[in-house]
């Protein structure tokens, strides 16, 4: 058998409960235009986007309102025409709660875009191409929000052997992708010939989990006379997670502290190949995505949203909230955050809004000692050893927790969601991580001191000696004193005699 065809199955894993029927049964719905867009300048991983705009400017859709700034960047579009009422900090949604910058807009209800225009991806330059992408804002949108530009770049890598897209959608509750699948598979394809097109990859294979029969059809027919393989896989948790993804149909396992394409990989999710067709084809920037609003809401589905629509309106646009809503999770129930308020806005990150009851969440148990069942060894698919992680987080030993290969743990859940003593496993994790990158920073910070300081003594040094040579140099030159001659006798010497001699 080719192994192309086969699977090779990932450590651990779970089979979860699906709530995939709640909302993948209605088309994808237009997102209603907002009186007001609060457009995070920050929606992706890297360096936030430079503001391009102040309070009164006039924009249209499309417009470039945030400048990437720095290669791990990306642009920042208006989402709508209309005015910019502030630039401030705003709350967005993040697990802190924290406010961050952004533009806010007023719309004018008009819609008036940017002039737009195809482009000629065969006959453009690739770093060209990648610059396109890279200002049309697009990132990578099944949760990460890494810029997609600098994935497209191999540049001093070997060619790639693989080209992934992802369409396994494996989290509880989430359907964007599926509905996109279904309705929009051509425009995915597209979106993924540019991407092969940069890549040149040998092979390209679109993953999709075997419980979307309507989602692997509609892309098997959208792949007919392309040499795109369509793989069906297990219907898995997490199989959407890149690494197991990856595992999963080529068999090639990422290094622990490596990238797929470490491996001769790359992998891109479908809303992203079609927010590259939308670059390509129509010339329109990532102002938009997909987002599924599910749960605890009376008409639960798919809706289009401008990014910088607050979660709210979304809501209502579903019919509003059912009782016995319990919290708001941004992503699914297992590697989503709670949201402090429904007023934050959509970002390009944003691919669901669950309206949890309390029967949709873990009921909070109380935590009890370790009992070193191993069930977390089991199903954790990064095939870790989560319980000596753990031990290691909790007594601050994270130089131990890092030789178990911390950073390994892509944070799934699954152990948690095990665990009989309802140890909160996947919160120690985090601790141990963010406490180990701030004493990075502080070291950082503390060497960066160091090097200014020793800058500034060598500093000091050159100027002293430079002012030292400058004085040396104004200093008058001083003649050399020469004795006077003294008479000497000798042969034939002449003696003068004075009148006092005799």
Known sequence: MNALKRLFPFHGGLKTVRHKAESNQSPIQP?????????????????????????????????????????ISAAIHAPTSGIVAAVESRHVPHPSGLPDLCVVIDSDGEERWIDREPVDYRHRHPSELRNILRNAGIVGLG?????????????????????????????????????????????????????????????????????????????????????????????????????????????KETPVEGLPVDVGVQC??????????RVVDHGEPLISRVVTVTGQVKQPGNIEALLGTAFADLVEQCGGYREGVERLIMGGPMMGFALHSDEVPVTKAAN???A?????????????????????????????????????????????AQDHHLFSCIECGCCSYVCPSHIPLVQYYRYAKNEIWAQEKEKQKAELARQRHQARVERLEREKQEREAKLRQKAPAKAPLSPSPSPTRGEGSTVVVSDRDG
Not at 362 to 381: D, F, K
Request: aromatic fraction near 4%.
């Open 31 to 71: 997102g209603a235009l907002p009186r007001q867009l609060t457009v995070p300048l920050r929606q992706h991983i890297g360096a936030i986007a430079k503001p391009l705009v102040q309070p009164g400017d006039r924009v249209l859709k499309g417009q470039m309102i945030g400048q990437a700034d720095g290669y």
């Open 143 to 251: 949760g990460a929000g890494f810029p997609s530009a600098v994935k497209l770049n191999l540049s001093g890598s070997d060619d790639l052997e693989t080209l992934i897209l992802n369409g396994a959608e494996c989290e509880p509750w989430i359907t964007c992708d599926d509905r996109l699948m279904r309705e929009r598979a051509a425009g995915i394809v597209a979106g993924l010939r540019v991407m092969a097109h940069l890549l040149k990859p040998r092979d390209v294979l679109i993953g999709i989990e075997e419980d979307k029969p309507e989602a692997i059809a509609a892309m098997s027919e959208a792949c007919a006379g392309t040499d795109y393989q369509v793989r069906p896989i297990p219907t898995r948790y997490p199989s959407g997670s890149v690494k197991q993804l990856v595992k999963l149909l080529t068999g």
């Open 268 to 277: 891109f999710n479908v809303a992203t190949a079609y927010a590259v067709h």
């Open 352 to 354: 669901c809004i669950l």
């Open 356 to 400: 949890a009851s309390a029967a949709e969440l873990t009921p909070e148990q109380p935590v009890m000692p370790c009992i070193r069942c191993s069930a977390c060894v089991e199903v954790c698919p990064a095939d870790l050893l989560p319980q000596q992680l753990y031990w290691h987080a909790r007594a601050r030993e994270f130089d131990k």
